[in-house]
């Protein structure tokens, strides 16, 4: 055990030193937090910590919540609860109807219907939002977030084609299936000639 703390210590000072060369993108549990709240954490509740720099994929997902050009502190704080453990990265990812993340981002796009009252009030924008595929291959729908400002209406959308999502191959990890998140980015874009054509309600 002393062992183990000795090791979470060093890497903590090493990725302090990284962090005042660098300044990354810190995520801790899947959430983005500040060098500051990094520093308050306790070495013993460190389960583990990943520094991402050079693996484009990891760092092309990161991007949507913030800056990743100097890399990803990835850090897993430990859980009483097993259920509630996720991981971004795992021996054998998740697959999707035999593909990847952009084959399910391929799909959510041929199932969105862009609600009437977005388009009345010219609601458009980027939707972000973080899933989780449990260890079963199902999206849990109790533990999606939003990382946006699009609003409900859109939000609502999104959770309605994830109900309906066909079931995924989980990923695994030791030869263990487990929870994988992941986040997808997805564009609502009112067609121009229909803005300039049409007045927006209201007006």
Request: include cysteine; charge should be negative; proline fraction near 5%.
């Amino acid at each position: 055990m002393k062992r183990l703390i000795i090791l979470v210590v060093m890497t903590l000072i090493s990725v302090k030193l990284f962090a005042e060369e660098q300044k990354p993108l810190y995520v801790v549990n899947n959430r983005v937090v500040s060098a500051e709240e990094v520093a308050k954490i306790a070495p013993t509740d460190i389960e583990s910590m990943t520094v991402v720099k050079t693996d484009t994929d990891l760092l092309v997902q990161y991007a949507e919540l913030g800056d990743t050009s100097n890399g990803v502190i990835l850090i897993k704080l430990k859980s009483d609860d097993k259920a509630d453990v996720e991981y971004v990265s795992t021996d054998v990812a998740p697959t999707f109807m035999g593909g990847d993340l952009t084959t399910f981002r391929t799909w959510v796009m041929q199932n969105i219907r862009y609600p009437k009252e977005a388009i009345e009030k010219r609601m458009q924008g980027r939707v972000t939002v973080k899933f989780i595929v449990d260890k079963e291959g199902y999206i849990n729908m109790n533990r999606l977030n939003f990382f946006d400002k699009c609003g409900a209406v859109l939000h609502d959308e999104v959770i309605r084609v994830f109900e309906k999502s066909p079931r995924w191959t989980p990923g695994m990890d030791d030869g263990e299936p487990v929870a994988v998140s992941f986040i997808l980015p997805i564009d609502f874009t009112i067609p121009a000639d229909y803005v300039e054509n049409t007045p927006a309600k209201g007006e």
